[in-house]
């Protein structure tokens, strides 16, 4: 199956400071990249939809500003979270939606997912 | 009302018995039907995908869609310890998708 490396996979940053995740779709070409948020238990939660070359498209009740994604190639995208504090420590996932294919059962990928605690 | 319903659970099950996962939703345009696992503290993985009505079989597990009632299902036969995991459906239709809340699922062997 295809395959979305998510990095880092966990990260501890000091409240203030700034954090970028990256998301990168090793072995095909995503033109649409997806970030989700994801609190224990909960299910995901989609923040932005980043489209190649294009800015994101952010769903209501997501800052921008905070939360900035760059989707700079059909292999990479990388969300920073700004200016974080304790209450952005969460599981951030991104998935990618492969080019390649005409058959959209099987296009949407997941990363593994990146740990953020902000203390 | 949203899009897709999926009860949260969790749903507990000892171990070999058969394990039946459902959605609803409201969208009759919906073409693609799919299911993900996501063990604890890892992203989703594709676990089966089925286009339209119908049925399809993948070792233990069974996709089944029922279009004309809006209801997916997902089979799981001879439960085992390693298929603990949250599992969500999901739908797309004209490159949107959809994603349950996910179903979470303990074998206790």
């Known amino acids: 199956g295809a395959v979305v490396s998510q990095h880092p996979s966990w990260v501890i940053c000091k409240s203030g400071t700034s954090v970028k995740i990256e998301c990168r779709s090793l072995?095909?070409?995503?033109?649409?990249m997806f970030w989700y948020r994801q609190f224990p238990k909960q299910s995901l939660m989609l923040m932005a939809t980043?489209?190649?070359?294009?800015?994101?498209?952010?769903e209501q009740g997501v800052e921008k500003d905070k939360f900035l994604i760059n989707h700079a190639s059909l292999t990479l995208s990388t969300l920073t979270v700004t200016s974080a504090h304790p209450e952005d420590s969460s599981f951030y996932i991104c998935?990618?939606?492969?080019?390649?294919?005409?058959?959209?059962?099987?296009?949407?990928?997941f990363g593994e997912g990146s740990w953020l605690t902000v203390v | 009302q949203k899009e897709v319903e999926q009860d949260p659970g969790p749903l507990s099950v000892p171990e070999g018995a058969i394990v039946s996962l459902n959605c609803t939703y409201s969208?009759?345009?919906?073409?693609?039907f799919m299911w993900y696992r996501q063990y604890s503290r890892k992203g989703p993985e594709l676990l089966m995908y089925?286009?339209?009505?119908g049925n399809k079989e993948d070792g233990r597990f069974t996709a089944q869609v029922d279009k004309s009632s809006k209801y997916i299902s997902l089979f799981i036969r001879d439960s085992q310890p390693s298929d603990s995991a949250t599992y969500l459906c999901?739908?797309?239709?004209?490159?949107?998708?959809?994603f349950g809340t996910g179903t979470s699922l303990t074998v206790i062997p």
């Open positions: 980043s489209n190649e070359g294009s800015k994101a498209t952010y």
């Open positions: 089925t286009y339209s009505s």
């Open positions: 969208n009759s345009a919906f073409q693609y």
């Open positions: 998935s990618a939606r492969r080019a390649d294919t005409g058959n959209p059962g099987n296009t949407i990928y």
């Open positions: 072995d095909f070409q995503a033109t649409t």
């Open positions: 999901a739908m797309s239709v004209h490159g949107q998708f959809y």
